[in-house]
């Protein structure tokens, strides 16, 4: 079966250096992927390569089985929705304003949001429990509120690809857990897939089934959640010691 997003012989460079080398994968529908690496290791910056927002240096991102630069912009932004790691808002927006962003991808040119698409918005923060905030000015929020917000504007898009750079930054434990349920309830419900960034050790193995490692000067190593988190490989990851502590059949991976 065709992958939502592929990646063939993916080469990603920044400033010099090797970000991935030969990198093939495929995110699948239904398939929730965690990228794990330490700081500047250029995580962000794959990201940004496979939503089509910087060139490659060698190989090939398919979207749907077509190259994405070849993917018209429109047709790709209704497909694939970014979220970033920080967010500007330039412009005095709303809230319920700011998660109407999420459908211009759909309209026509000069075409106004309908009532379903108003609809979508005010679905999408009532699940990020903003829909009482849906007036307030974007520029009154706290930072987690802003990060729910962003979150709901990709609810709001409806994408089949979820590209996520840190998704949980700024929430608190109640939320990060509650963020991280609606993702993985969304995209069991519209068969999509997401890559996310996380820091997390322990969420990304409860909430992701696969994980991207980016070990530095181009290595990688990917696939199931179970054959690739343990304690050797995540000591090379960060180049730190790890503890393993299990509990019947969960385990919780800490700093040694």
């Known amino acids: 079966m065709r992958g939502m997003l592929e990646l063939r012989n993916l080469d990603v460079e920044i400033a010099g250096k090797s970000v991935c080398r030969s990198l093939c994968l495929s995110l699948d529908s239904g398939q929730r992927w965690a990228m794990l690496g330490s700081n500047g290791i250029g995580k962000t910056t794959l990201l940004h390569t496979l939503a089509g927002l910087r060139p490659a240096a060698g190989g090939q991102v398919l979207l749907n089985g ?15 929705g970014v979220l970033f790691q920080d967010n500007d808002d330039p412009f005095p927006t709303t809230v319920m304003e700011t998660a109407l962003i999420g459908r211009h991808p759909h309209l026509g040119p000069l075409a106004r949001e309908s009532r379903g698409d108003l609809a979508l918005a005010v679905h999408a923060l009532r699940d990020v429990h903003l829909a009482e905030l849906s007036r307030r000015s974007v520029t009154t929020l706290s930072g987690g509120e802003r990060q729910r917000l ?3 504007t990709l609810l709001t898009q409806d994408p089949q690809v979820w590209l996520l750079d840190e998704p949980i ?4 434990l109640h939320h990060q857990i509650g963020m991280l349920n609606l993702l993985q309830d969304r995209l069991a419900h519209n068969g999509g897939t997401a890559l996310m960034t996380l820091h997390d050790v322990n969420l990304a193995a409860r909430f992701c089934d696969h994980l991207l490692l980016l070990f530095g000067d181009g290595e990688t190593q990917h696939g199931a959640t179970e054959d690739v988190l343990c304690v050797n490989n995540l000591e090379r990851l960060y180049g730190h010691p790890i503890e393993c502590l299990s509990d019947g059949d ?3 991976f800490l700093p040694g």
């Open 169 to 172: 930054s700024h929430l608190d």
């Open 66 to 80: 077509k190259s994405l630069p070849a993917t018209q912009p429109r047709a790709r932004a209704r497909r694939i």
């Open 250 to 252: 969960r385990q919780v």
């Open 150 to 152: 962003a979150v709901a």
